[in-house]
Structures are given as structure tokens and as C-alpha cells.
Nanobody, 112 residues
Framework: QVQLVESGGGLVQAGGSLRLSCAVS????????VGWYRQAPGKQRELVAA???????NYADSVKGRFTISRDNAKNTVYLQMNSLKPEDTAVYYC??????WGQGTQVTVSS
């Protein structure tokens, strides 16, 4: 059974930082590309950051220079370091293993 469990969300003031974690079980992280997505109320889910199996990363323009995706294959865990947070970053954040496996999401709220 594949499980992705996100943690690290919460309430933070604008300009602050959070680090999200996504613990993967049931699959070996090394074999997959991974991504962090977010969905704000009334909006479609969007890709925030992605990392290929080889470690190549890409980011949405809105978070470039502020967010960093990383992966620890030994721990089977993916991270999203979020700095200089803005109110418009408020959303539920989801991690995904490939395109088939998703976590339950973690809420990030940035106050102005």
C-alpha cells in the first residue's frame, strides 16, 4: 500500500518560512519523479515544484527563488522549503509521487 504523508504546514506571517515534509511508504522514492502541488480556495490545483529521478528541479514562476524542493532517497522523504512567504501562497499543499500517488494535503496559511 502506497502512502504519502505531508507535514509541516501551519500559520505563518508574511515573510516567514516553513518546511514541508512528505514521507513516502510502499514505494522506493528513488524510482520516481516527485512534485509539490497546491490548491487555493476556488482555484485549480497547480504545480509548485518538481524533482525528476535524476534530481533536476523546476518551479512555478510564482515561487522561483523562494521555494526549494529536495529529496532524501535514504529516508524516502521529499521536502519543500518555503521562504519569504506571501499571503498568496496560502493553500493546501500536496505531494505527489509520479502522477498516480498523492498525499492528503497540509494547510499553509500566510497572514499579512
Amino acid at each position: 500500500q502506497v502512502q504519502l504523508v505531508e507535514s509541516g504546514g501551519g500559520l505563518v506571517q508574511a515573510g516567514g518560512s516553513l518546511r514541508l515534509s512528505c514521507a513516502v511508504s510502499g514505494r522506493t522514492l528513488y524510482n520516481y519523479g516527485v512534485g509539490w502541488y497546491r490548491q487555493a480556495p476556488g482555484k485549480q490545483r497547480e504545480l509548485v515544484a518538481a524533482s525528476t529521478r535524476g534530481g533536476t528541479t523546476n518551479y512555478a514562476d510564482s515561487v522561483k527563488g523562494r521555494f526549494t524542493i529536495s529529496r532524501d532517497n535514504a529516508k524516502n522523504t521529499v521536502y519543500l522549503q518555503m521562504n519569504s512567504l506571501k499571503p498568496e501562497d496560502t493553500a493546501v499543499y500536496y505531494c505527489a509521487l509520479g502522477l498516480n500517488y498523492w498525499g492528503q494535503g497540509t494547510q499553509v496559511t500566510v497572514s499579512s
